[in-house]
C-alpha cells in the first residue's frame, strides 16, 4: 500500500512575509519583483473552505499546474520564475514543508475576473439552461441533456470573490467594463484556446475536460499572463472518457465527488464546513493522483 503524503493544511513561512491567505493557496513576498506560492491540501467546496485536508493534493495540483505551463509555454506566458526554492528558504525546515508545493513566480497585476470555459452541459450551467435556454446568457440549442457536449465551447467569466465569498457571473460586455475591450477580448480568445487545445489532448489519455477556469495578470508591459493555477482538478471538471454518458452527472477525478458527498449532508453550506470521513479523503486523493498520472505519463 502506497504511504500517504503528510497534509499541509497551513503553510508556516516565518522568513517570508505573508501576503495573502487563499482557500487553497498561501502566498508570501520574496521581493517587488517575486512571490513564493505554496499550494496546501486544503479543499473548499460551495465556497467553504472544508476543514479537513486531501493528503498530498498540494503537490498534486502544483505538478499539474506545471505541466500545463510548459505545455502552453509557446502559446502564452506563465507566471513562474526560474529561481529554485532553496534561493530564497534558507531554513531547512521551510524548505522540507514546501517542497514539492511551494513555486517561486513572478510578482504581476492580477486581472479581476476568473476566465471560465464549458465544453460540456453541466453544474451550474445545467441548472441555467434548465431555466433559460441558455448559460450565463449565452443562447444554447434546445433539447439538450446534462452532460450534454457544447456545440462549441463558450465563455462565461466571473468576478473573482475574496474567501468566504461567492463568485458572481457576469457578461463579457461587464468584462470590457472591467478591462477594455482588447485586453477582454485577448482573455476571452486565450482561454478558449487553451481549453479547447487542452480538452482535445486529455480526452486522448481517457479523460474529458468539461470546463475550467484560468486566471491572468499583466506583467510591466501589459502583456497577458496565464498565473494562479491551470487545468487541475480544483480549477476543473475531469471526467472519465469510458464512463461518460448523457443524461447524468458523469463521476469525476475532481472535487465533485467531495461536492456529491457534502450535498447528502445537513448542511446550509455556510462556513464552517463539516468534516470529511476517512473514505471520501482517501478516494478523493486517488482520484486526484490518477488524472495527474493519466496525463503526465
Known amino acids: 500500500m502506497t504511504?500517504?503524503?503528510?497534509?499541509?493544511?497551513?503553510?508556516?513561512i516565518q522568513s517570508l512575509p505573508l501576503i495573502h491567505k487563499g482557500k487553497v493557496r498561501d502566498i508570501y513576498e520574496i521581493d517587488a519583483s517575486h512571490m513564493l506560492i505554496v499550494t496546501s491540501d486544503r479543499l473548499s467546496a460551495f465556497d467553504v473552505v472544508l476543514p479537513t485536508p486531501i493528503p498530498g493534493?498540494?503537490?498534486?495540483l502544483t505538478d499539474t499546474s506545471n505541466f500545463w505551463f510548459d505545455f502552453f509555454k509557446d502559446t502564452v506566458p506563465n507566471h513562474l520564475a526560474e529561481i529554485p526554492l532553496a534561493d530564497v528558504l534558507s531554513d531547512a525546515s521551510e524548505l522540507e514543508e514546501v517542497q514539492g508545493r511551494g513555486i517561486v513566480v513572478k510578482r504581476l497585476k492580477a486581472l479581476p475576473v476568473e476566465a471560465i470555459v464549458r465544453g460540456y452541459l453541466i453544474g451550474s450551467g445545467w441548472k441555467d439552461y434548465q431555466k433559460t435556454g441558455a448559460?450565463?446568457?449565452?443562447?444554447?440549442?434546445?433539447?439538450?441533456?446534462m452532460a450534454d457536449k457544447l456545440p462549441e465551447a463558450i465563455y462565461t467569466p466571473s468576478t473573482k470573490a475574496d474567501v468566504g465569498e461567492h463568485d458572481e457571473n457576469i457578461d463579457f460586455a461587464k468584462t470590457v467594463e472591467l478591462l477594455g475591450k482588447e485586453l477582454a477580448e485577448k482573455v476571452r480568445d486565450t482561454s478558449i484556446k487553451l481549453y479547447t487545445e487542452a480538452a482535445e489532448y486529455a480526452l486522448k489519455r481517457g479523460i474529458i475536460i468539461a470546463d475550467t477556469k484560468f486566471e491572468f495578470g499583466l506583467d510591466d508591459d501589459g502583456t497577458l499572463v496565464l498565473i494562479d493555477e491551470a487545468l487541475t482538478p480544483d480549477s476543473s471538471r475531469f471526467w472519465p472518457a469510458d464512463q461518460y454518458q448523457v443524461g447524468i452527472s458523469p463521476p469525476s477525478f475532481d472535487k465533485q465527488y467531495v461536492r456529491d458527498y457534502l450535498e447528502t449532508l445537513d448542511w446550509d453550506k455556510t462556513a464552517p464546513g463539516p468534516e470529511l470521513p476517512t473514505e471520501i479523503v482517501e478516494q478523493t486523493a486517488a482520484k486526484y493522483r490518477e488524472a495527474l498520472e493519466r496525463l503526465t505519463k
Not at 448559460?135 to 441533456?145: A, N, R, S, T
Open 135 to 145: 448559460v450565463c446568457g449565452i443562447k444554447l440549442p434546445e433539447g439538450l441533456q
Open 57 to 60: 493534493k498540494g503537490a498534486i
Open 3 to 12: 504511504a500517504v503524503p503528510e497534509s499541509l493544511f497551513d503553510s508556516h
